[in-house]
């Protein structure tokens, strides 16, 4: 259930995160409940056969004990005998005991497509992923934002839409008509899921202009990779807090690669030596490392030299 503990925790889930509290409490009462229920339904059965017969007794129960075998809850038909110590708590036993799980980790899938990257972020129950999705139409040029967002995030969007605007040659983005200027008849609506959370802080910037300029180019961002930064109007990337609980995350979320702000290596000892074995780390100062290391081959700077205009 360590999937189904994060999912519920985190930005994605349409619970507040009070409900979610609640709910794990629930799930982990189901199971202490279940372990105690096997204890007593065992030393009541061995009472009873301490009444009958001792020495029918005495060798049902020789029988039973050369066969005995640690099994756990899920796999235990047979509560003749007090349970041996310790219980396993195993896959099986959970989905006995709770049922089939409640939610699945679905990052490759929401990742199929340009437009969504995933980034972390902190909250006061530990580091989360969270996804953040664009999408653009025919239109004006307007930005919309949804998702329940603080002033910070919406800032961390338009300095994001800016740096790309003034990029676009270099990367070689376009809208839909072949324009660099991206927002030339075009509209952008970026999505935060999970409306029912407010999110803020700047340590989105990094992943709103990787989710962006996924969608400008056409290429899928990596499923396997995660960020947090902080973001200039001139490309820099700059340190932010909760580094060990965001990497915790992007661990329990079976991701391999986390991006972070340069200046914020040094918060990586903080992080216990099997998740950092588990993942690769990215440290970034500027946006032009964040592309290189979110998409597969790296994000090609366009160096064709331009053409220059004349007058004569």
């Known amino acids: 259930w360590c999937l189904a503990r994060n999912k519920i925790f985190s930005f994605d889930d349409r619970y507040t995160r009070e409900a979610g509290v609640r709910s794990l409490d629930r799930k982990f009462g189901a199971i202490c409940r279940a372990v105690a229920v096997k204890v007593a339904e065992g030393q009541h059965k061995e009472a ?157 910037g990094v992943t709103i202009v990787t989710c962006l300029a996924s969608l400008f180019s056409g290429r899928l961002v990596r499923s396997d990779v995660a960020m947090t930064g902080e973001i200039t109007l001139r490309g820099l990337v700059l340190p932010v807090g909760g580094i060990k609980d965001k990497v915790l995350a992007a661990h329990r979320a079976g991701l391999k690669r986390v991006i972070i702000p340069q200046r914020n290596e040094k918060d990586l000892e903080e992080i216990p030596g099997n998740v950092r074995q588990d993942l690769s780390f990215v440290t970034a100062s500027s946006l032009d490392e964040v592309l290189n290391a979110a998409f597969d081959g790296g994000f090609t700077v366009n160096t064709r030299p331009g053409l220059l205009n004349s007058k004569l």
């Not at 056969?49 to 129960?61: H, K, Q």
């Not at 509560?79 to 396993?88: D, K, R, V």
């Not at 530990?126 to 025919?138: L, P, Q």
């Not at 990367?171 to 609506?189: E, V």
Request: charged share 25%; hydrophobic share 40%; aromatic share 6%.
């Open 48 to 204: 009873k056969l301490d009444r009958s017969d001792v020495a029918e007794g005495e060798g049902c129960r020789e029988h039973i004990l050369e066969d005995a075998k640690p099994e756990s809850i899920g796999d235990t038909p047979d509560l003749a005998l007090p349970p041996e110590m310790p219980i396993l708590i195993d896959f099986h036993a959970l989905k006995d005991i709770l049922g089939p799980p409640m939610y699945e980790m679905e990052v490759s899938e929401r990742l199929s497509q340009p437009g969504v990257a995933i980034g972390l972020a902190w909250t006061p129950l530990g580091g989360e992923i969270m996804f953040v999705e664009a999408s653009r139409m025919d239109g004006e040029g307007q930005l919309t934002l949804t998702g329940q967002l603080g002033d910070v995030m919406k800032e961390s969007a338009h300095l994001a839409i800016s740096w790309l605007r003034s990029n676009a040659k270099k990367y070689h983005l376009t809208n839909a008509s072949g324009s660099f200027d991206l927002l030339d008849n075009t509209d952008i609506h970026l999505h935060f899921p999970a409306g029912a959370v407010t999110k803020d802080g700047p340590s989105a």
